[in-house]
């Protein structure tokens, strides 16, 4: 409830277009340097689901791009070792038989048996 009311009242003060040239400068920098490190360009959106097989596409590609965004070669195994927690073995990247159903639905036209054999490399071999 707290955050809520301190949402509401952030939303009431706060008026368009204040932020400053600077701040825009910053929040640009900050998105350019994100963009540059994603791997995969999925929103998440879910429109290539549900796959015949079970892969659970989108996950597979937010825990791919962790990776790209906040790790390093040595703390691989520590995101390795999320993905293992996060995904079914049916839901993994392994599991895809590319039957290529899910790229017809891609709404940002991602290679995504392509990509996702990226992320088998990296998680599951
Ligand atoms: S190509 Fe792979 S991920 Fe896509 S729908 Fe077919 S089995 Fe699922
Ligand atoms: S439709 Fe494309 S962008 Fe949306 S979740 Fe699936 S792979 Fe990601």
Redesign the pocket.
């Known amino acids: 409830m707290e955050d809520v009311r301190e949402n509401l009242r952030i939303s009431s003060d706060a008026q368009s277009n204040s932020l400053s040239k600077k701040e825009l400068v910053v929040i640009d920098h900050a998105k350019k340097v994100f963009n540059d490190k994603l791997e ?10 549900p796959c015949p097989q079970g892969v659970d ?2 996950e597979n ?1 937010a825990k791919y791009n962790d990776y790209y965004l906040f790790g390093t070669p040595e703390t691989k195994e520590r995101f390795k070792f999320g993905y293992e927690m996060g995904l079914l073995n049916g839901e993994r990247a392994s599991a895809c038989t590319e039957c290529g159903e ?1 790229e017809k ?4 036209e ?1 290679q ?1 048996m392509k990509e996702l054999k990226k992320v088998k490399k990296l998680y599951e071999t």
């Open positions: 995969v360009g999925c929103t998440g959106c879910g429109y290539c689901l596409i989108p590609f899910c639905l891609c709404t940002q991602i995504i």
